[in-house]
């Protein structure tokens, strides 16, 4: 009885406000989600990026070996959106990562065929600082909507790496060079990699190719946003 009430208390005293643009009511407001700007085909067989017509890859990807299958996001990094994101990386705000992940689990193709989920994970140390992994509070929602298991802590992260967003194009691929191992829980299985942003795809390629020494079948990615 006491629980019931102090919920609703809080609730009253912290109702619920828009990650995007702060309206009170939700944690993902309507118009929000209206100004998204979500990825629709054509999109680059690789790595996910949208492109005028119909083609197999886009210029970025040419003669560009990835060791994931295919990369995907919902949508486009920008606006409300990045907003919500650095919302997702400075507050637990697992209300926030469950709407997200709807949106993922409805852009997840289903011909990929995946069985096991696994963000992509901080390294110990920066876990421990912040206390979670905010690709987690997608990642795990996003895993219990599509039915499939989620195998946080097959994939580690084993050194700290700088935010890829700060580097230019060709630092990206060194920064991750060899960051991750991945463990024997994934041999054989087709992986689902998750991550909230795919800038240049050298994150999720890092991630993919330790998946892969392991002995993962197959690795895809899914991501909430891209950078265009
Ligand atoms: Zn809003
Ligand atoms: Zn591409």
Redesign the pocket.
Known sequence: MFNRIGAAAVGWLFPAR?A??G?LGSV??A??AAQTHVLQEPVCGHCGYPLPEPQAECPACQGRYFAFTQARAWSSYGG?LRRAILKLKHKRNKDLGAVLSAYMAAALPPRWGVELVIPVPLSVRRQAQRGYNPVELLAAPLALQVGLPLAAGALQRQRDTLPQMDLQLEQRWANVHGAFAGDAAVAGRRVLLVDDIITSGATAHAAARALRAAGANSVYVLALARTL
């Open positions: 828009c995007g643009c309206a993902w407001c118009e929000c409300v």
